[in-house]
C-alpha cells in the first residue's frame, strides 16, 4: 500500500501566483517523520522540511508554509508568490523509525512549473 | 569528500552486463540506502543497510545485491542489466541513530541499460 500520496502530478502557474501542493500519508505508528524535499532540473535532492508527528505547528519559511494536519493525516506545502526558480519536482517523505528501520517512503513527486 | 559520493556520474550500459555503482560516505553514518526514481513513481527503495555488516530488502530489491563491508561503502550491483532497469539512481545515509533524524543524499546516477 502507498504510504504517501501527492495526487497532483503537475501544477503549472504564472509567476507570483500561490501553489499548494498536496500530501497525505498512511500509517499505525504514533511516532513519524514528514519530510518535503526539492528536485530541481539539475536532479539533487533539496530538504526543505522535517516534521515529527508530535509537532503540528504550522511553519513559515520565507515564501514556503506547511500545513501539518495529523487529523487528515496531511501536510501541505504551500509556495506564495511563486518564482521561476521554484519550477522543480517536490517530493513528500514518510519516516517510520519505530517499524520500518528509519527507512523513507516518498510520494510519487509533483512536479511545478512556474511560467514568467 | 564532504558528504556522499555516487560513481559513475552516468553510464550507458548493454542488456546483460554486470555493473557496479559506488557509494562513499565521509559523515560515519550508520544507515545506508539505495533508491531509483522513476518518473511517475517517484524514488522506490531498492536495498538499505542498517548497520556494516547487515543489510535488508527495500520495495524493489530484484535484479540487484548491496555489500556493507564497512561503515562508509556501500556498492549497489546489476547482476546482469536488463532495460527495465533503467533510471537514476540515489545513494542515501542517515543519522537517525545518532539523533539527526535526518537524511543526506548523493547526486545520483544516471544509468541507461540498452
Known amino acids: 500500500a502507498q504510504k504517501v500520496t501527492q495526487a497532483q502530478t503537475e501544477i503549472s502557474v504564472v509567476e507570483k501566483e500561490d501553489v499548494t501542493l498536496d500530501c497525505v500519508y498512511e500509517?499505525?505508528?504514533?511516532?513519524?517523520?514528514l519530510f518535503w524535499y526539492k528536485q530541481p532540473p539539475s536532479g539533487e535532492l533539496v530538504f526543505l522540511i522535517r516534521?515529527?508527528?508530535?509537532?503540528?505547528q504550522n511553519e513559515i519559511s520565507g515564501r514556503y508554509s506547511w500545513n501539518f494536519q495529523k487529523s487528515t493525516s496531511s501536510f501541505n506545502f504551500t509556495i506564495t508568490a511563486s518564482q521561476v526558480v521554484d519550477s522543480a519536482v517536490y517530493f513528500c517523505?514518510?519516516?517510520?523509525?519505530?517499524?520500518?528501520?528509519?527507512?523513507?517512503?516518498f510520494g510519487a513527486g509533483t512536479t511545478v512549473t512556474v511560467r514568467a | 569528500i564532504a558528504g556522499i559520493t555516487q560513481a559513475p556520474t552516468s553510464q550507458i550500459l548493454a542488456a546483460g552486463r554486470r555493473m557496479t555503482l559506488r557509494c562513499t560516505q565521509d559523515?560515519?553514518?550508520?544507515?545506508m540506502y539505495w533508491y531509483r526514481q522513476d518518473l511517475g513513481l517517484g524514488l522506490r527503495l531498492i536495498h538499505y543497510?542498517?548497520?556494516?555488516?547487515?543489510?535488508g530488502k527495500g520495495e524493489v530489491p530484484d535484479g540487484y545485491s548491496v555489500s556493507r563491508a564497512n561503515t562508509d561503502d556501500f556498492p549497489l550491483t546489476l547482476a546482469s542489466a536488463v532495460p527495465s532497469q533503467t533510471s537514476v539512481y540515489f545513494c542515501?545515509?542517515?543519522?537517525?541513530?545518532?539523533?539527526?533524524?535526518?537524511?543526506?543524499f548523493g547526486s545520483g546516477t544516471r544509468l541507461t541499460v540498452v
Open positions: 542515501a545515509s542517515s543519522d537517525w541513530d545518532t539523533g539527526g533524524y535526518g537524511y543526506t
Open positions: 500509517t499505525r505508528d504514533t511516532t513519524y517523520y
Open positions: 516534521r515529527n508527528s508530535f509537532d503540528e
Open positions: 517523505a514518510l519516516s517510520e523509525p519505530g517499524t520500518n528501520d528509519y527507512k523513507l517512503s
Open positions: 559523515m560515519r553514518h550508520n544507515a
Open positions: 543497510s542498517n548497520t556494516a555488516g547487515t543489510t
